[in-house]
């Protein structure tokens, strides 16, 4: 091997230690139910789902935590149900029993919705922002409240432009493994 070969293998080994995050040593899983409200358009709906999350300390009280919040929009009367996906990326401060975190978000969407003059189905893509609180009154449950607020509706002649707010609270079990 010539001296190129033997510089570029001296600098994948200083660089690739960089570039691989070290082995993580604690993390916390967190899942529960939620019953809420979603409002987009005119007309509020009932929230109902599953959310789940992973959380890593960054600093000594600091989270980055992935959050996945599935909600179901059971059918009325009047339409069908609707599914509201919300993923998102936070930021958070946590203490022994709960934590609160922020951080933006991108939601997957299929519902019926009213706007000022249409009513239909609606679906897309939206972006937007989440935070979340968890307080966890007995050991590892507790309770769960969440907002998501979220960009919708472009391009549809139902929702023009419309924000989405989400918001629910529930029952929450967290595992901690170190």
């Not at 933006?104 to 019926?112: E, F, G, H, R």
């Amino acid at each position: 091997m010539g001296t190129r070969g033997r510089r570029i293998s001296g600098a994948a080994l200083i660089v690739l230690p960089l570039l691989v995050p070290p082995p993580v040593e604690a993390y916390e899983l967190s899942a529960g139910v939620s019953l809420g409200w979603l409002q987009a358009g005119t007309v509020p709906r009932l929230a109902v789902g599953p959310h789940a999350a992973i959380a890593w300390p960054i600093q000594r009280n600091i989270l980055f935590t992935v959050h996945d919040l599935c909600t179901i929009l059971p059918p009325t009367q009047e339409d069908g149900p609707g599914v509201y996906n919300q993923t998102s990326v936070d930021i958070g401060y946590a203490w022994e029993d709960g934590n609160v975190s922020a951080g933006p978000s991108v939601a997957l969407y299929v519902m019926p919705a009213c706007g000022t003059t249409l009513c239909g189905r609606v679906g897309g893509l939206a972006v937007g922002g989440h935070a979340q609180a968890n307080a966890y009154v007995a050991g590892p449950l507790g309770v769960s409240a969440s907002v998501n607020v979220d960009w919708i509706g472009r391009g549809s002649l139902v929702l023009p432009g419309y924000m989405s707010v989400v918001v629910v609270a529930g029952p929450v079990l967290r595992w901690s493994a170190e």
